[in-house]
């Protein structure tokens, strides 16, 4: 029988398509989320794709009184837990609200979680952890460090949860180091569907191409890379979604916590992402170079080794893909579908 889990933040981009990997594994899930950063009809389109409605707790995830509603209401066998803001400039400017939401709320879920018995947690963090890296690809025991407020938190949330593991042994913890989510679930139904302007990278360039942006500025081409812009391992999402599912199976099989990247261990640059796009939308946007972005590093590339090792994972859909799926989501999206 299929586990029943805990998806907080369930209904934005990462753990709606996490919920149908996991319908299609035979689990279920039921989502917790705030829609503060989600549209309200991702149930009723995750409903659609997956053939059976979603149950759904509008809410905050450091509402205690809340959490113990919920977790008085199911039996849940494991949590996945994406609740956070994770806009990393964002946090420069509010670095008290960043360690509220991120750091609060994940101490708020877990004592719930340990007051009812559930010890398996899934829990989503950041290449961003890594700082600026030393060498490339980089394997998850390289130096550790935190350049903004939301690695900070995220770095927090990490060592939280292996303190609490290391005092009480029932704690069975999967963290998840995402490097560059992009692209979008198969039917074009959900996808990256931010409720501010976009600052990263695929999300932009689908503005320019419905038109809403002149261009693409390109931040940097003199960069220490192949041509000169920035290297990124960029991981489609329905992949990272399989790769929560291997993280959830590997702790109901009682294999243990584990730390591990989710990425391709492939580098593909700002100007190479815009070609594959423009492959996708079927002709030239416009872009142009600009000034480097303050904070970004040349390259972040993954080391996916350990994933495939421990969990049998490996992300296998191509750049094309992934463009291919934004734009068919952006686009329709943009005419109401
Ligand atoms: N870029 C541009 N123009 C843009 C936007 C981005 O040239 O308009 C470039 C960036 O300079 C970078 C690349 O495209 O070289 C990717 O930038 P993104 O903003 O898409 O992604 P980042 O790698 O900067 O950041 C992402 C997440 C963070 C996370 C980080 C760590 O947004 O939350 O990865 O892996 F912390």
């Given amino acids: 029988m299929g586990a029943t889990v805990l998806l907080t933040g369930g209904a934005g981009y990462i753990g709606s398509h996490t919920l149908v990997a996991l319908r299609a594994a035979g689990h279920d899930a039921v989502l917790l989320d705030d829609f503060s950063n989600a549209r309200g009809d991702v149930p009723d389109r995750l409903a659609r794709i997956t053939g ?31 609740a956070a803001l994770k806009a990393v400039g964002e946090s420069v400017e509010r670095p008290l609200d960043y360690i509220d939401v991120n750091v609060t709320g994940l101490v708020a879920l877990a004592q719930a979680m340990r007051a009812a018995g559930v010890f398996r947690l899934v829990f989503s963090s950041t290449a961003t952890v890594y700082g600026t890296p030393e060498a490339w690809p980089i394997p998850e025991d390289a130096a550790l460090r935190h350049e903004s407020p939301y690695a900070f938190t995220k770095l927090t949330c990490e060592e939280a949860l292996r303190q609490a593991a290391a005092a009480d042994p029932r704690w069975q913890v999967g963290i998840l180091r995402y490097f560059n989510p992009v692209g979008a679930h198969e039917s074009a139904l959900i996808g990256e569907d931010p409720q501010q302007p976009p600052n990263n990278l695929v999300p932009y360039i689908g503005e320019v191409a419905l038109g809403r942006r002149p261009a693409l500025r390109v931040f940097g081409n003199d960069w220490p890379t192949p041509d ?35 990425g391709t261990g492939q ?60 734009w068919a989501f952006v686009s329709r999206r943009a005419t109401g579908g």
């Fill in 52 to 82: 059976a409605p979603v149950t759904v707790w509008r809410g905050d995830v450091r509402d205690r009184a809340l959490l113990a509603r919920l977790f008085a209401a199911h039996r849940f066998d494991a949590v996945i837990h994406f």
């Fill in 228 to 262: 000169g812009t920035g290297l990124r391992d960029y991981i489609h999402v329905e992949d990272l979604a399989e790769g929560h599912l291997r993280s959830l199976e590997h702790l109901l099989a009682g294999r243990g916590g584990h730390v591990v990247n989710l």
């Fill in 267 to 326: 580098g593909t640059s700002v100007l190479e992402m815009l070609a594959a796009y423009e492959r996708a939308v079927g002709r030239a946007l416009p872009h142009e170079i600009a000034p480097r972005r303050p904070g970004d590093v040349a390259v972040l590339v993954a080391d996916p080794s350990r994933a495939a090792a421990l969990l049998g994972f490996r992300a296998r859909r191509t750049i094309d893909a992934m463009c291919a799926s934004a």
